[in-house]
């Protein structure tokens, strides 16, 4: 690749950082206004009830998940329409079963969590995995490119009439069947809009089986890698719903809402940009390419830390601020998060290394420890020493697998050490002011 090619991709990769974090940043803020409207027109209860509904569907979606999204990225066949019809009918044909498995959920989720309005709302919220299947692979072509503007307005454009439809049914019905219509409502608008205003040819239903098997195989251990990445993002409502009553579980859900924005935000950005980088502009392939990897990461790192830390010293003033006397507990969760965050942010960058070679299988086993370790100190400490002892837990965790991760970096010559070394003592010293600064009510949770 010439010079000129690597600075026009450097240029696109900035300006799909920029784009997508923007974009986070907005939906985020919109979420927020949108939460703080429905915290007021709504009770606890129906915050619990949505983050066991978000268990079920983000846990069946990423049970099932055979990383198209992912495969049409790396693939050298990744433009070519017979490659995206088969992975557009593969999407398609596991919307539908997503949608029959909540259905079969329901009603043993009503009895496990002793929530009967389960029964009802996880098949309806099932819809939105079966709209979704429908979306057309152009918006997997415009990642795959870093084309990002226009899916990222149309993006935004459908949150918002998601949000707004929530609002606008929750002044009329206070319900928390309204945070289940505006989810549906948001997913029939995206599927129309990409639909629609995309461009590139129209998806078909065909099977070709060359591409099938690169799909499955490729896919099999994105597959085991997104179950084990369940319990890494999900795993603590899992647990917590046994723990919890529903309206405890969301004044957390608030807390976790506010303190994972930053690396929420990281993970929007490095999913979209990295594979194309390490593709295309190996950090091992050229010292300019090292370089221009390294200035990204630290930026990257550096700019989540910050903001993690903003939680960390401001978390309980800001739920004072934004909510009522019913969520103030959620300040000390917002604090205790953040600080409990700082680890993971450090190797976030390497993972997807491997999946850009196409080496999904020591993905897989990484994400199987980190999974296996994450979930059994959550559940160990929060059965010894409650909601504190959980996220301390899943601190340590985080800190003993970050080993596994330099092992897969080093494996796909993408690891930095001066920037794991810099950011390790960085996110000590914040987590221990943070900590400090909150003790007194950090021993009251």
């Known amino acids: 690749m010439t010079e000129a090619a690597r600075s026009s991709l450097f240029a696109r990769v900035m300006r799909g950082s920029a784009l997508t974090a923007g974009s986070y940043a907005i939906t985020q803020a919109l979420r927020l206004a949108s939460n703080l409207i429905l915290t007021r027109l709504?009770?606890?209860?129906?915050?619990?009830?949505?983050?066991?509904?978000?268990?079920?569907?983000?846990?069946?979606?990423?049970?099932?998940?055979?990383?198209?999204?992912?495969?049409?990225?790396?693939?050298?066949?990744?433009?070519?329409?017979?490659?995206?019809?088969?992975?557009?009918?593969?999407?398609?044909?596991?919307?539908?079963?997503?949608?029959?498995?909540?259905?079969?959920?329901?009603?043993?989720?009503?009895?496990?969590?002793?929530?009967?309005?389960?029964?009802?709302?996880?098949?309806?919220?099932?819809?939105?995995?079966?709209?979704?299947?429908?979306?057309?692979?152009?918006?997997?072509?415009?990642?795959?490119?870093?084309?990002?503007?226009?899916?990222?307005?149309?993006?935004?454009?459908?949150?918002?009439?998601?949000?707004?439809?929530?609002?606008?049914?929750?002044?009329?019905?206070?319900?928390?069947?309204?945070?289940?219509?505006?989810?549906?409502?948001?997913?029939?608008?995206?599927?129309?809009?990409?639909?629609?205003?995309?461009?590139?040819?129209?998806?078909?239903?065909?099977?070709?089986?060359?591409?099938?098997?690169?799909?499955?195989?490729?896919?099999?251990?994105?597959?085991?890698?997104?179950?084990?990445?369940?319990?890494?993002?999900?795993?603590?409502?899992?647990?917590?719903g046994a723990f919890l009553r529903l309206d405890e579980l969301g004044v957390y859900n608030i807390g976790y809402f506010l303190a994972s924005f930053p690396v929420l935000l990281a993970g929007a950005v490095t999913s979209r940009i990295l594979i194309p980088i390490y593709r295309d502009q190996h950090p091992a392939a050229a010292a300019q390419n090292f370089a221009r990897l390294r200035r990204l990461r630290f930026a990257l790192t550096g700019g989540v830390l910050a903001l993690l830390a903003v939680m960390a010293f401001a978390g309980q003033p800001l739920v004072h601020l934004l909510y009522d006397a019913r969520y103030t507990q959620a300040g000390i969760i917002v604090v205790m998060i953040a600080c409990a965050q700082m680890p993971l942010v450090i190797g976030m960058t390497y993972d997807q290394s491997a999946l850009a070679a196409g080496d999904a299988r020591s993905y897989f086993w990484v994400m199987a420890a980190r999974a296996a370790a994450q979930s059994g100190a959550f559940l160990a400490g929060a059965a010894l020493w409650g909601l504190g002892g959980a996220l301390a837990g899943q601190a340590l965790a985080y800190l003993a697998m970050h080993p596994l991760l330099i092992w897969l970096a080093r494996r796909h010559r993408a690891w930095d050490a001066l920037h794991d070394l810099v950011f390790f003592v960085v996110a000590a010293a914040l987590a221990a002011a943070g900590l400090s600064a909150n003790h007194a009510a950090i021993f009251g949770v």
């Open 42 to 240: 709504l009770f606890p209860e129906a915050f619990g009830l949505m983050a066991l509904v978000s268990v079920f569907l983000v846990g069946l979606a990423m049970f099932s998940d055979v990383g198209i999204g992912p495969a049409i990225s790396r693939s050298p066949r990744g433009d070519e329409p017979a490659f995206l019809d088969t992975a557009w009918s593969l999407q398609v044909g596991r919307g539908l079963i997503l949608w029959l498995a909540t259905c079969a959920l329901a009603w043993p989720a009503a009895r496990f969590y002793e929530a009967p309005d389960l029964a009802a709302l996880l098949p309806a919220a099932g819809l939105t995995l079966l709209i979704a299947g429908f979306n057309p692979t152009r918006i997997d072509t415009a990642n795959r490119h870093l084309l990002i503007g226009r899916l990222t307005a149309l993006d935004l454009t459908a949150q918002v009439a998601g949000i707004l439809a929530m609002v606008g049914l929750a002044l009329l019905w206070h319900s928390v069947w309204t945070l289940v219509l505006g989810a549906i409502v948001g997913s029939f608008a995206k599927l129309a809009l990409t639909h629609f205003l995309l461009p590139g040819p129209r998806n078909r239903l065909r099977w070709e089986p060359e591409a099938g098997r690169e799909l499955i195989h490729f896919g099999k251990w994105i597959f085991l890698s997104t179950a084990c990445g369940f319990l890494l993002s999900q795993g603590d409502k899992a647990i917590l």
